[in-house]
């Protein structure tokens, strides 16, 4: 297959917008859609204060930053895709979304391209089985933030080549990434492991077992984790949280996965953590 040089990235929110940073500074040409001017701005400057962050930082030398800035294309328009040869599509966490969205990769993408979705629960197997390529579909999973996380999950559908599945694993690798294989089932190993600990988390704090902030520093002091499981709901977004939760509870169909009630609530109200500036804390 022809070098992968040129690639597409769907959506330039948290994690499209960091996607689209670790390939551009990686020697990448990328084009980044979105649906919405204002997301695409959003997005935009997003990466640019982060390319700056690692300038101030002297990881990076500002004409590199600058290089990096002016690879990335962003457009809402999609059939500017044509001429890419790999897409990772970072959409929202909906199946339906998703699903019209590999529809359309497939019929603008050339034929030998290998489409990748970043979805952090849904099959991949599924996702792959909306277009005409099931064999050239694989998870291509990353951590927020994007230019920090070292972990890559590689997700092999049941229809996934070896090929296709080699291309993602040495892309991963050509972006400074650790690529894990892991086999596609709801929410992969980190989700199926990482959202029951939030999500009981937030049944402790529900219950009246402990503050939000003693749950936290429970975590932070005692396990060493770089933050609390409250505040990283809050820093993943808590309207992501719960659409993982339901993904595993559907997916694996054990009542162990029901979300919490409390997050539910949440969710209802707004309170969609760091993102709308309240969640278990307040921001801004
Ligand atoms: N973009 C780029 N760089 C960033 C950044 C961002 N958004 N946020 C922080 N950084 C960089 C900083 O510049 C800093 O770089 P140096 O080490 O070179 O100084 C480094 O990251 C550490 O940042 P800070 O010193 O400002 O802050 P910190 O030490 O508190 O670390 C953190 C911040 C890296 C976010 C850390 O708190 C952490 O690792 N938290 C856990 C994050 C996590 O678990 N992510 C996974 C979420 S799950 C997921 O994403 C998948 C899913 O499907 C839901």
Redesign the pocket.
Known sequence: MEEIRRVGVLGAGT?GN?IAHVFARNGFEVVLCEVEQRSLDRGLETIRK?LD??VA?G?LAGSEAAAALKRIEGTLDRTALGDCQFAIEAATEKFEVKRELFKELDRTLPAEAVLASNT??ISITRLAAQTQRPGQVVGM?????????KLVEVIRGLATTQASFDTVKGLAEKLGKTPVEVNDAAGFV??RV?MPLLNEAMFAVMEGVATAEAVDEVFKLGMAH??GPLT?AD??GLD?CLD?MRVLEEGIGDPKYRPCPLLIRMVDAGWLGRKSGRGFYQYG
């Open positions: 994690m960091g982060n962050r690692e930082k990881k952090s629960s999973h990353f951590f927020n933030p994007v230019p920090v996380m980190s989700n990482l770089p933050m990283l820093f993943i992501v993982i």
